[in-house]
């Protein structure tokens, strides 16, 4: 899992901090597609947006990369 995903997870108080790998697979399963689908959503609203940057990046892109989803 993505440290970034987890550490919301923790903040959130959806789980206790290090507790990921006592939670059974199909919870696992859920909690990872519902914060792709958020991840998703959010780099949906800049679609082939760049940043302003010298060296440019796709804000999409960023946002994905950050959270570890494909």
């Known amino acids: 899992m993505n440290e970034q995903i987890e550490k919301l997870m923790y903040d ?3 789980t206790a901090q290090g507790c ?3 939670m059974d ?3 696992k399963d859920a909690i990872m597609k519902f914060a792709e689908s958020i991840v ?3 780099a949906s609203l800049f679609p082939l947006t ?3 940057e010298q060296y440019q990046r796709r804000i999409d892109k960023t946002i994905k990369k950050h959270f570890g989803v494909e």
């Open 20 to 22: 990921w790998d006592q």
């Open 12 to 14: 959130s108080g959806l």
């Open 25 to 27: 697979q199909y919870d």
């Open 50 to 52: 760049f940043t302003d």
């Open 40 to 42: 998703n959503e959010c």
